[in-house]
């Protein structure tokens, strides 16, 4: 109860800061469910509904991840560019508090809205979300490329560490020592790396779809960086469901197929077979990362988890350099499993 004062005060304090109303205009403030990283709520102003974000400095997550709170500018600087760049696939951003590492959006909601994990994990028809997802990233990484794109609000590289880098590859690689080498040499490539506008949580928890089009939020690891870590990342939530849901295992790798065509398109900054096989190396590692990193993925069993090991750890050693060439020996090694 405490800290649902605490949030709704901090709620009133940006409303009233940002202009959208005053304190007595807020009828309620509802804490919103499923995030990791800032507390995010819903705000009643009667006669419409807003969402707000915070930052925390400590990650709701069983192992200790803290991370820097003005990461929220990172946040609110990407999805403003995002705008820009696919307006069609955006939200209407409110306004952020410097003070409060914080800031106001739409909220989306309705019969037309739905969020992508929730349709992955109930089964639903694909209604081609990876290659739309995919699109959008392109589009966006693309732009980003371009000489004369403003970096300044997104030289981030130290958050992305503390956020991406750490929890995922280089906290795994101490589980794992006989794959260190791949995981930390895998670590110091993405930190070094300054190519393009990375949103660095590209995952279907925080996709919504609006009609046929998404909505990418959550871009609090926004760095210039290295364009397969959205790639990686995204694609390796539809490979962990290809475990998790045998029965839509070929939908699932197709996906993957899919999402590559249509990001692939947009790839200007190098050759689309580079890009490729940094993917196809960087994935068997973040697969690994979601079973023994600081963010284990929620939904698999013990039974699937040591799978999910047992798959990756070969790929990382000898890494393929083509997504379909992953995708083949996946769907070879789980073929005919029902766990």
């Known amino acids: 109860m405490q800290k649902n004062i605490i949030l709704e005060d901090r709620c009133k304090e940006l409303v009233v800061e940002l202009g959208l109303g005053t304190s007595d205009d807020i009828v309620s403030a509802e804490p919103l469910a499923g995030g990791v990283a800032s507390d995010i709520a819903v705000v009643d102003l009667g006669d419409h509904r807003i969402c707000v974000k915070f930052a925390l400095a400590k990650l709701k997550v069983a192992e200790d991840w803290f991370a820097p709170v003005h990461r929220n500018k990172a946040e609110y600087h990407w999805l403003r560019t995002a705008a820009e760049i696919s307006p069609d696939t955006a939200l209407k951003l409110l306004g952020r508090s410097e003070v409060q590492n914080g800031f106001a959006m739409e909220y989306l909601d309705g019969e037309n809205i739905y969020l992508w994990k929730a349709a992955l994990l109930q089964a639903q028809p694909d209604n081609g979300e990876a290659a739309a997802v995919g699109a959008v990233i392109g589009q966006i990484h693309a732009a980003s490329a371009i000489s004369g794109f403003d970096t300044s609000p997104f030289e981030n590289r130290d958050d992305f560490h503390a956020l991406r880098l750490e929890p995922y590859l280089r906290f795994t690689a101490t589980r794992h020592p006989a794959l260190a080498d791949h995981l930390n040499g895998m670590a110091d490539s993405l930190y070094a790396s300054h190519q393009v506008l990375v949103h660095g949580d590209v995952s279907p928890k925080n996709i919504l779809f609006r009609a046929d089009k998404p909505v990418i939020l959550d871009a609090e690891c926004a760095t210039m960086g290295d364009a397969s870590f959205d790639v990686a990342f995204c694609l390796n939530h539809l490979l962990l469901k290809a475990v998790h849901m045998p029965a839509l295992r070929q939908n699932l790798l197709a996906a993957v197929e899919s999402f590559w065509r249509a990001y692939s398109a947009h790839i200007n900054w190098e050759t689309p077979e580079a890009l490729e096989a940094r993917v196809s190396a960087l994935l068997p590692m973040l697969m690994l990362a979601r079973i023994d990193g600081k963010s284990p993925v929620e939904y ?25 060439a992953l995708t083949q020996y996946l769907d070879a090694k789980l073929e005919g499993t029902d766990l």
């Open 300 to 324: 698999l069993s013990d039974q699937s988890r040591q799978q999910v090991r047992d798959l990756a750890a070969p790929l990382i050693e000898n890494p393929v350099t083509r997504l379909s």
